[in-house]
């Protein structure tokens, strides 16, 4: 079991990473030719699922409080 405060930080720092791809993303939008953008938009989109399906969805079953999107 991982303590509350722990998985707290460890949210913010996957919830952090995301936020900096979906940056990376925005950025290359503006300089990368389509090909190079279509191979950056799925490396992002395969990174953020997986930080979600396979770290976040853990930390939310162990502490369903820390899941923000969850309806109260």
């Not at 952090?16 to 979906?22: D, K, M, P, Q, T």
């Amino acid at each position: 079991m991982m303590r509350v405060d722990d998985a707290k930080e460890v949210r913010d720092l996957c919830l952090n990473a995301i936020e900096n791809l979906s940056r990376a993303l925005n950025t290359a939008s503006g300089v990368a030719d389509d090909v190079t953008l279509e191979r950056i938009r799925k490396g992002v989109g395969v990174s953020i699922g997986s930080i979600d399906m396979r770290i976040l969805s853990v930390l939310y079953e162990l502490h369903p409080d820390l899941d923000h999107l969850k309806e109260k």
